[in-house]
């Protein structure tokens, strides 16, 4: 297996033909694989359990159950079970025709198992990249997260993850993910941004590729603040985020697993970038005031 490309960070051996890699970079490795049939779920309660949003538009179920040999096995209702080894740091790929789907749902919750296994925290984040450094955009879903990535991008800024960020808290630094964009019908009028081609279309939402001029290399980018995404229908305006906020709002936006030191590890590491200078944004979530707010935030952090 060669190289391929790059994702959160580490540089991916794989025979797999993979849409969304950065273009090298990545200074730790991850193995993905096919597996040659479809594995069994292993028995028992999962993990965690919960629902996410289907390639048909409606909910399809996940849960995470542990499998044999120190392994996990991750299952999604419409595409299958991934086997992930996050000591190894491998991850075998399910037999399924939807290869967009299958490849998006890898970097989620099987990617972050890794990312856990070699000391790095993932949080419900999207990240973009403003001069020479990172910025994380946190909050929970339907508040703008990947709309406001799509703006940066729109800007000519590079959109470093849209969904899940992965940070390095010792030395405070984004680990660029997926280069991909899914975004919700209505927001583009059927227009497609440039610097982006259509990766699949969904009912309710295009899912777009960065072109290879747009997406960088996988290397660490260092984290210069964090916004925490608020809504307000009063403008745009900033207020310096306590640190106690900080804290609490990236472990609640945090991936960890019950009973195995991840939950205190996030903790932690939510402390550690509570010192990074953080700013709550207040915004209206209107298409209108995104470049206002991409301009807003660039202005900011350069302050």
């Known amino acids: 297996m060669s190289t391929a490309g790059s994702c959160f960070g580490a540089a991916v051996a794989t025979a797999v033909e993979l849409e969304f890699l950065r273009l090298g970079g990545g200074d730790s490795r991850l193995t993905v694989e096919q597996l040659p049939e479809a594995a069994p779920l292993p028995p028992g309660a999962p993990l965690i359990a919960f629902t996410a949003t289907g390639a048909d538009g409606r909910p399809a179920k996940a849960a995470l159950h542990r499998s044999d040999g120190g392994r996990l096995a991750f299952w999604v ?10 000591a190894a740091s491998w991850i075998g790929l399910p037999p399924c025709d939807d290869r967009v789907r299958r490849e998006q749902m890898l970097w989620n919750v099987p990617a972050m198992l890794c990312a856990l296994a070699r000391q790095e925290v993932c949080i419900h984040a999207a990240a973009v990249e403003v001069g020479d450094g990172a910025v994380l955009l946190a909050a929970p879903g ?3 997260k990947t709309t406001l990535a799509l703006a940066f991008h729109e800007a000519g800024l590079r959109m470093l993850s849209e969904d899940v960020a992965i940070v390095r808290p010792a030395t405070a630094e984004v ?29 309710g939402r295009t899912e777009f590729s960065i072109a290879a001029d747009r ?6 980018v260092r984290l210069h603040g964090i916004v925490l995404l608020r809504q307000s229908e009063r403008g745009i305006w900033f207020d310096r985020a306590d640190p106690g906020d900080v804290v609490r709002d990236l472990f609640a936006l945090g991936f960890h697993l019950p009973g195995d030191g991840s939950q205190a590890a996030c903790f932690g590491a939510a402390a550690d970038l509570s010192t990074l200078p953080a700013w709550n944004l207040h915004r209206p979530l209107r298409r209108d005031q995104l470049p206002g707010t991409v301009t807003a935030i660039v202005e900011q952090v350069a302050a």
């Open 175 to 203: 680990l660029p993910g997926p280069a991909l964009l899914r975004v919700r019908d209505g927001l583009l009028d059927g227009a497609v941004p440039a610097g982006v081609s259509v990766a699949a279309r969904r009912p």
């Open 77 to 86: 209702e419409d595409v299958g079970t991934y086997l992930i080894d996050p």
């Open 142 to 144: 339907r508040y703008g």
């Open 215 to 220: 997406r960088g290399s996988g290397d660490p």
